[in-house]
């Protein structure tokens, strides 16, 4: 298949109204969006050849949302020898949260070497990769020391890793309220995260208003 030939099979699920919507969303300009939804793109995603559609350009949103989901579609051994391919496509926070690969679930242990190597590469988007995929896999009593020692060393000035800090810090809030309460109570994240952590965790329908209540004085005084 050409690029050409891929694109015009892309195009014909188009939705003009939804790529300004989506734009506004994920911060990408409409020229760069043409509005296909996410079930269509799983699908073809599911059907392509990943070598195939890694050669295309990434001219459209869909066109990279396709790339990272067939890399996400395969068996761990061959999704780990396209992840360094795949890590610098994630240029916003739709790819990066999007991009949960299931063949994790089972190799847990040997993808904390991977969780640790995006980290480490230091961009917005490689160590929200990282904390996405803590949350999604990792929210488990034993890891909890790791998750933590993860928060105390992100660097949070970025948006995008903001969020993700808030989010993870709220995720372990929900399921293991009373380790996430000593977290916070050790003051390792900043004001703005901490106090983002809190609010995600409140909002959240599974704690009790109690927990809620209780979340809210722990809250950092600002100026």
Known sequence: ???????QELKKHAEPK??????????????????????IMRKIAKAVSVDEVLAFPDEYYEVTFIKLMA???????????????????????????SFKPKCIAKHKADFLQYVERYFRMGTEFSVRFSLVMLLSYY??????????????????????????????????????FDDGVSFLREGSLDA??????????????RLTNEQKEFLKTLKIKTI
């Open 1 to 7: 298949m050409t690029y050409a030939d891929f694109l």
């Open 18 to 39: 939804l790529a300004i919507f989506h734009g506004g969303l994920i911060k990408e300009p409409p020229k760069r969006l043409l509005g296909i939804r996410t079930p």
């Open 71 to 97: 890399i996400s579609y395969l068996p761990y051994e061959s999704f780990i020898s396209y992840l360094d391919h795949a890590i610098p496509l994630i240029t916003n926070w739709a790819l990066c949260d």
């Open 139 to 176: 929210v488990e009593r034993e890891y909890l020391p790791l998750i933590f020692e993860y928060l105390r060393r992100s660097d949070c000035a970025p948006y995008y890793v903001h969020m993700a800090a808030a989010w993870l810090t709220a995720e372990v809030l929900i399921k293991h």
């Open 192 to 205: 703005k995260t901490h106090n983002k952590s809190i609010q995600k965790a409140v909002e959240s329908y």
